[in-house]
């Protein structure tokens, strides 16, 4: 809102700074995801809610206790 002679400038790189931070949020958080999300494939273990076939085999075995850490 400034009205002195150089005020156009810092307009114009103001402008420039908000345009560059409006685009990066668009990218990061819109686009990137939506194009990840159409190449990736489409049987990835996180979309149909089953966790990774080692990860079900660990659930299913029986935890005993854990050894003490050796000395170092």
Known sequence: LALDP?????????IVVIGGVLSSL??????????YMWVAPK???SKNGVGHPAQEELKLQPQGPRPAPSPS
């Open 26 to 35: 668009v990218l990061t958080l819109l686009l990137i995801p939506n194009i």
């Open 6 to 14: 150089g005020a156009s400038s810092r307009s114009s790189l103001g």
């Open 43 to 45: 049987d990835h273990p």
